[in-house]
């Protein structure tokens, strides 16, 4: 069976930035996990919370419900601070990504690229980031080498993926966006569902008229940034994140 695992900065990520994606490969038999590095208590939009303890509480069960209506097959979130990933302890949460990624063993790696995504928030590129290095120390042996005596094995994930857009948004911060190297048709429908996973986020329902209003410049299809492969290769454009995978 392929897998393919998202690595998120805030719940809603999963469905915002990834959520077509993720979907359509849900459909395609794909098991499909997410991992998200922090709560989302950092957030102006508090639903009904009064502390960031319920805040943590309603966010994870909102990205739970969101996870399961994509399809996903297991979803995490890591209690990292929010808002303040530039300063998580970098050797520390690499090492967290780099035992999901031994233990699930995916075949490709979807998350951020260093711009921080089309909002270009920094938690977004820090979680790009730690990402980054995960899929690249996973597979070294004398990488975290404590985790192999704890019984995991060494895994290299084949691809590793970036969102990427060929747009900016207007009202913010200018971004470097990653080159555009796959283009994936979602379809309308799952436009339609990245649309309601997103809604199922209700403490960030003020956000909801503005997550529409920035997708509807790519309604039918998310791009992305081939970043790395197992295998050296050249450049060039996709329709499919799983060509030239192999099941093995
Ligand atoms: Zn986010």
Redesign the pocket.
Known sequence: MLKLLCI???P??EA??FGGTLLLYADRGVEVSVVCLTA?TAAKNRGTARTDHELAQLRTAEFSASCKFLGVSHCEVLNYPDSRLDRAPFFEVVGELVARIRRLRPHVVLTFGTDG?L?G?P??AMAGAFATQAFQWAGRPDRYPEQLAQGLAPHRTQKLYYCAADFTLPDRIPTAPMTVTARVEVGRDRFEKKNQAFRLHLTQSPLFDRLRKNLGKMPTHEMFHLAATSQPRDARCETDLLEGVSDG
């Open positions: 998120t900065a805030h809603d990520d915002g930035a989302g995504g909002t928030h938690d977004h």
